[in-house]
């Protein structure tokens, strides 16, 4: 209740909702619950998301193919050729589908050589595997940034000296299209001959790299790459004949020859160097960038060298070369916290590694180190307490966790909900907001969160992010007296985290400016107004559905649609999930490793089996946005 006791409401994100469109008290107005074709759209991608989660389900790795688990008798024949046909259906459906094969797991994709019995499964696989070549070769024009495949770090237009590198994603995927025969290498050789597009050709010289280190470019392949008229092809092919004839270089460690303890103490001591050339780097970029930029570039750095010496701890593990009681012994000394968190991620990593070599092992290491964990679950620092939970999480996963350890888990929830004391916070700040006359002058009692804190990928400390609506009519020069007013009854609510401010004009729709700063809203992040959750008076977010969102589903603004979907894409599949949840809560499963596969950024979660299994529900359930 409000002030005034008037019921307040939680409301689920608008496109779950559009989904779901018969739910009870849904704000959604009428012509959007009864528009027939809406409703047909909600229903198929209803039917395929629930048919993709029970065959996922019913596999026991992610990376298991479907003819894997046809042959264990997993799951049944025609439920599989009823996927096939809904798939098909669904990327010859709106044209913005076709993205979900960016997402699409590996292991659904038909191999040339698969064979069945059943005829309606044959048709449809070769219904799908005609769609997917068509769909693919559309994708081949699209460009993305490409840091939004990699780890999400955009440079500040300030900061720029030059455009984002961009990449053509799909070009990315031709090493497994080679494999499963349903392209050749000639075809992507030819592709690149006729091409005039210079981020497409970059790109399909990436995958040509995979492709060589798998051994699928033959001599005579090379030999014709050598001979092509194209300048282009013959200097990939002396890059890539110059790279099978080179050695693997492998980093060089002044730790390869010690043993146990004096391994550990010679790989603290490398780790030290390693951190101060961090900071070193970082004084230096103090002076060229603003500190939150230079901030989040030196943890970037930090996780990176945590991440790199973490995996020496887990091969000394594995080998044998660091014992359990020396690695013990080192996590109970007092230290460096840093290198505390090498040791936490080191011991995870070799868990992990033996879950799949010798499942005993890693049990016998989980209950040699789970003493240490529970104390270290209580730990006064936030990040140690966050690496010991990523530990658990992962673990768990792979089924590793004894009742002790399980009671310490905080399960992820991908549910988009707001828990009860957060819901009272939220509360407490629409009763303030409609305490201050003078705010709820300016405001509409009604606010929308959004981000990690509501999609369960966020830690524990995760801020909100929220946003507000200025009523129309509102001088705009009243802003900053508006946000500092906001900042405070935030503190008084016991939130932290920050706010965008919409401004609503005449008619309900959103106001653009001219130069925005980071808290100003406008329709370039509409996109949150359909994942977020709403929460406040009911009448008004009834108004906000009927008369703003309902105005971006009836939009012939084709562009702005699109850009819309690429944003819902960007921030759920992407952002929030590839960049800040997944790897968070769950172990590696699939993905490519190669020599060269840093060329596709293959050592990030988008080539995970487990990754793309639930981007794909995703994409299905959430990059929605039908005509109304």
């Known amino acids: 209740m409000d002030k005034n006791g008037l019921k307040t409401v939680l409301i689920p994100p608008a496109v779950e909702l559009l989904l779901n469109i018969?739910?009870?008290?849904?704000?959604w107005p009428d012509q959007i619950k009864t528009n027939s074709q809406l409703r047909l759209q909600a229903k198929a991608r209803c039917d395929l998301a629930e048919q993709l989660d029970d065959l996922f389900s019913a596999l026991p790795r992610a990376d298991m193919d479907v003819l894997e688990a046809i042959n264990h008798q997993l799951i049944n024949v025609n439920d599989v050729a009823k996927m096939y046909e809904r798939l098909s259906y669904f990327l010859e459906g709106e044209i913005s589908n076709n993205r979900l094969l960016l997402y699409l797991p590996f292991e659904l994709i038909p191999d040339n050589a698969w064979s069945f019995e059943s005829e309606e499964l044959v048709q449809a696989l070769k219904r799908f595997s005609r769609v997917y070549l068509g769909k693919w070769q559309e994708l081949l024009a699209h460009h993305d940034i490409r840091a939004n495949f990699v780890d999400g770090d955009i440079l500040e237009a300030e900061l720029r000296v030059g455009p984002l590198e961009e990449v053509c994603k799909a070009a990315h995927l031709a090493p497994i299209l080679v494999g499963k025969k349903l392209i050749d290498q000639l075809d992507i050789l030819s592709m690149i001959e006729k091409s005039t597009d210079k981020i497409l050709r970059n790109s399909l010289a990436d995958a040509m790299m995979i492709l060589a280190d798998k051994g699928l470019l033959s001599v005579v392949d090379l030999d014709y790459m050598s001979k092509s008229s194209d300048a282009f092809l013959r200097n990939l092919a002396i890059i890539i004949k110059d790279d099978?004839?080179?050695p693997t270089q492998l980093i060089p460690s002044s730790v390869k020859s010690l043993h146990n303890r004096y391994w550990l103490f010679a790989l603290w001591l490398e780790f030290i160097v390693a951190s101060n050339v961090i900071n070193r780097v970082y004084s230096k970029r103090?002076?060229?960038?603003?500190?939150p930029r230079a901030d989040w570039e030196k943890q970037r750095d930090v996780d990176k060298l945590i991440k790199q010496y973490a995996k020496q701890i887990a091969s000394g593990i594995i080998t044998a070369t660091l014992t359990k009681k020396d690695l013990s012994e080192f996590i109970n000394s007092p230290g460096n916290q840093e290198m505390l968190l090498v040791a936490i991620n080191g011991l995870r990593l070799?868990?992990?590694?033996?879950?799949?070599?010798?499942?005993?092992l890693a049990k016998s290491l989980v209950r040699y180190f789970t003493s240490q964990l529970i104390t270290l679950r209580q730990s006064k620092s936030s990040e140690i307490r966050d690496a010991v939970q990523i530990l658990l999480s992962r673990w768990?996963?792979?089924?590793?966790?004894?009742s002790s350890l399980k009671t310490l888990l905080d399960s992820p929830s991908l549910s988009k909900r707001v828990n009860e004391d957060e819901q009272r916070k939220l509360s407490a700040l629409i009763v303030a907001i409609e305490s201050d006359c003078q705010l709820l002058e300016y405001l509409h009692p009604v606010?929308?969160?959004?981000?990690s804190k509501i999609k369960g990928y966020g830690q524990a400390n995760s801020d909100f992010d929220l946003a507000v609506f200025v009523r129309s009519g509102v001088d705009f020069a009243v802003r900053q007296q508006?946000?500092?007013s906001l900042l405070k009854i935030f503190h008084l609510a016991n939130l932290d985290g920050s706010v965008v401010d919409f401004w609503l004009q005449d008619n309900w729709q959103?106001?653009?400016?001219s130069d925005p700063d980071a808290y100003l809203g406008d329709n370039s992040v509409a996109s949150i107004l359909f994942t977020g959750v709403w929460y406040g008076q009911p009448q008004t977010i009834k108004e906000l559905f009927s008369r703003l969102l309902v105005s971006y589903l009836q939009t012939k603004d084709l562009p702005m649609r699109q850009f819309l979907l690429s944003e819902i894409e960007r921030h759920t599949l992407l952002y929030r999930l590839l960049h800040k949840g997944y790897a968070r809560f769950f172990p590696e499963q699939g993905g490519i490793r190669t020599r060269n596969s840093s060329y596709i950024d293959a050592d990030c979660s988008f080539w995970d089996s487990g990754y793309r299994q639930l981007a794909t529900k995703l994409f299905i359930t959430t990059v929605f946005l039908p005509e109304g």
């Open 286 to 291: 103090l002076k060229e960038a603003p500190k």
């Open 396 to 402: 768990s996963h792979l089924k590793l966790l004894p």
């Open 244 to 246: 099978q004839t080179t």
């Open 510 to 513: 959103i106001q653009d400016f």
């Open 482 to 484: 508006l946000r500092q």
């Open 22 to 27: 018969n739910q009870i008290n849904s704000p």
């Open 447 to 451: 606010v929308l969160v959004y981000g």
């Open 350 to 360: 070799a868990g992990e590694g033996l879950a799949i070599t010798d499942f005993n």
